[in-house]
């Protein structure tokens, strides 16, 4: 079975990906982040970003019939890996469950030190 497509980039990614270069090769010392960081300044200040909204348009439209493509074939929608990935990191998120041992551990300590 073919792979799922991948998500498309936005305007902004696709843009950036185009700039990176220029904007390390202007600040040479800045790290990934720092670099993240101005190319958002630097796109925000754009007033023209039309370029790069119809690229992202077009890969958005490309996506959709790839997609459509894939279910057609047999593609099972809830298969991505983002699906398992947020399984994962909902489980991380849950809270420890108290041990009754452990509390009952601490209350021996305490009449210990009386």
Known sequence: MA????RPLS???LWLNSARESIKKENPDFKVTEIAKKGGELWRGMKDKSEWEAKAAKMKEEYEKAMKEFERNGGDKSSGASTKKRG???EKKKPAKKSKKKDSEDDEEED???
């Open 112 to 114: 210990e030190s009386d």
């Open 88 to 90: 994962k990191a909902a």
């Open 3 to 6: 792979e799922k497509p991948k």
């Open 11 to 13: 305007a902004y990614m």
